[in-house]
């Protein structure tokens, strides 16, 4: 849990526009929506112009009869319920999980995964409409959710999780047809705006969780070379959708690095655009030294 | 020491209690996850799997509901199924009386599947086994009514194999034939096109998934038939004439039926009375 030292403003980012320029403190967020939207629109102009790039949905995709992409966690899961795949299908695995052992397990959430639009609007709405409170689940829930859903694969010998998986649903949905899908995707958004902060993607979805676990060993994270910069105005933990993981780089909590190695930072890069400092910026998890090499002292541990 | 120990005694309750909480609210939501999944192996009766789909209790673990094989239909005669309808959401499957299975040659659907949950060892189209044709309705068939249909016959990819014409005496006429359509499974594919084209109302000819369509012999039936040709010969030596109790000059023989006429008699040998039966049965007064 993030222990902020004081409360995070309503409308962060406000110093980051007035230092950097609006494009400038937006530009990370740009660049997702970008990815996000584009990664939808390019396996749509398949069912709605015959243009057939892309093919298949988050599960399975075959890129101009080229590429296989496969995601690892439903492979798993048709293993634990004792089915080999064939090669094309784990040709793709190989390829996604290098893929995000490069760029950060969690990207999948913030740069692909189209819940993560839904989610994030119901997060902006309810900081709009101020909304306080919100229900208590920690955050490894997830994991706890993980483990169970490999467990159902396992003993009901099917991708049990697969029937009502929103992520999927929601993907899967917008190419061959939604049916009552909307409905789950409506509960998701709901549950977001009303009863949890960050709820879903935050707290519950085992698909991140997955994620999370190639997030450790990732090469691609968010360094800190300039952390001794930081000038406490909280805008980074009010725009991050898991705020625990800024603190220990932030503040060099035990000699933390200045380096966000924790699994469940989504290289959103929101953090980079509020920071009217540049505080952030991407980088490898081998940039351990760049605070050093900036010649600044290193914070005390508040 | 107290002072000490109950910050971390406190820290621990918490945790478990957490720990706890967490592990009751996932599982139930699993429980139900699993539930739910386990009503979902059973398809429902119109839905129909693309062809070389493995059995349904594999299939729903190893298709991973990419729908790669629904884009590679050239007919487009495969959906996905939505959250609400009674089977693994996002698994692929055809309605026959909607559109039928073309029987592509080089079948792209099962090339397509990245995973094998539609067999690749499938090769011969003809060999597949989506389903099994059934002539449901024996009242509402038109051959059966006595007419000449026979559209199901006639659009059948494996005509005079998967469906055949058997004829019948039409008992209501006395005069005329039916032409019983048959269907064989050892040939019919499942594909449906017989069910599409089906011009009654509701079709009288339908495809179901195997499991509901075919029945099983038990394992130790053995034909009687078929074991006397495999053994060259009756198994039951010696094998007895059978005797037909005739009026007198008529004679019967298997497969040729009646011959003679009632009013020449030849001098018809008395079969001798069968010993050990009692009196009654012997004809003879008691």
């Given amino acids: 849990m993030n222990s902020p030292l004081k409360a995070p403003p309503i409308r962060p980012g406000v110093e980051a526009v007035a230092a950097k320029g609006w494009f400038a403190a937006h530009k990370w967020l740009i660049l997702r929506r970008s990815s996000q939207i584009g990664i939808l629109l390019l396996f749509l102009v398949g069912p709605w112009f015959g243009l057939w790039i892309v093919k298949g949905n988050l599960n399975f995709s075959y890129t101009l009869n080229f590429l296989p992409l496969t995601d690892p966690y439903v492979i798993l899961q048709s293993v634990l319920a004792r089915q080999v795949p064939e090669k094309l299908a784990l040709t793709g695995v190989i390829i996604v999980l290098l893929f995000y052992l490069l760029v950060g397990g969690r990207s999948y959430c913030s740069w692909v995964c189209p819940v993560n639009l839904l989610t994030d609007a119901a997060y902006w709405l309810r900081v709009r409409l101020g909304l306080k409170g919100s229900a208590h689940i920690s955050r490894p829930t997830r994991y706890w959710m993980l483990g169970m859903t490999l467990v159902a694969a396992a003993v009901t010998g099917s991708i049990a999780w697969e029937m009502v998986n929103p992520v999927s649903m929601m993907h899967r949905g917008l190419f061959f047809g939604l049916g009552l899908a909307w409905a789950v995707l409506l509960a998701v958004f709901l549950f977001d705006l009303f009863v949890m902060r960050h709820g879903w993607c935050g707290h519950l979805c085992p698909v991140g969780a997955f994620y999370s676990l190639i997030g450790k060993f990732s090469l691609m994270r968010i360094k800190l070379p300039a952390r001794d910069a930081c000038n406490d105005c909280m805008d980074c933990f009010a725009v991050c959708p898991e705020p625990q993981v800024i603190r220990p780089a932030l503040k060099a909590i035990a000699g933390t690095p200045p380096l966000i190695l924790e699994a469940n930072c989504t290289n959103c890069g929101r953090c980079i655009d509020v920071c009217s400092k540049d505080v952030f910026a991407f980088g490898t998890r081998l940039n351990r030294t760049v605070a050093s090499v900036a010649g600044a002292p290193q914070a005390e541990p508040k | ?286």
């Fill in chain 2, 1 to 286: 020491m107290d002072n000490e120990n109950t910050p971390s005694a406190a820290a621990r309750r918490q945790f478990l209690a957490d720990t706890a909480r967490m592990a009751c609210g996932v599982g139930l939501l699993g429980l139900g996850v699993g539930l739910y999944a386990r009503h979902a192996k059973a398809l429902p009766p119109a839905a129909i799997r693309p062809p070389g789909a493995l059995p349904e209790t594999d299939f729903s673990a190893a298709c991973i509901r990419c729908g790669l094989c629904v884009r590679d239909c050239p007919y487009n005669i495969l959906h996905l199924a939505k959250p609400e309808e009674p089977m693994s959401t996002g698994t692929p499957y055809f309605v026959a009386r909607q559109l039928p299975c073309e029987m592509c040659e080089d079948i792209p659907c099962v090339k397509a599947c990245p995973t094998g949950a539609l067999d690749h060892s499938l090769k011969d189209i003809n060999k597949s086994k989506m389903g099994l044709a059934v002539l449901v309705d024996h009242e509402t068939c038109l051959n059966f009514l006595g007419l000449r249909c026979d559209i199901c016959y006639r659009v059948c990819p494996v005509i005079d194999k998967a469906i055949t014409l058997d004829p019948q005496t039409n008992a209501r006429t006395g005069k005329h034939t039916l032409f019983i359509p048959v269907v064989h499974s050892d040939h019919c594919t499942g594909c449906g096109k017989c069910e599409k084209a089906c011009p009654t109302e509701v079709a009288s000819i339908k495809v179901f998934p195997l499991y509901m369509a075919k029945g099983q012999l038990s394992a130790h039936y053995r034909l009687g038939w078929v074991e006397k040709e495999k053994a060259g010969g009756s198994l039951v030596a010696p094998d007895v004439e059978h005797q037909y109790n005739m009026p007198e000059g008529m004679k019967y023989e298997s497969g040729k039926g009646l011959s003679g006429s009632p009013g020449a008699v030849p001098p018809a040998p008395t079969p001798p009375a069968p010993v050990g039966l009692p009196k009654a049965f012997q004809g003879g007064k008691l």
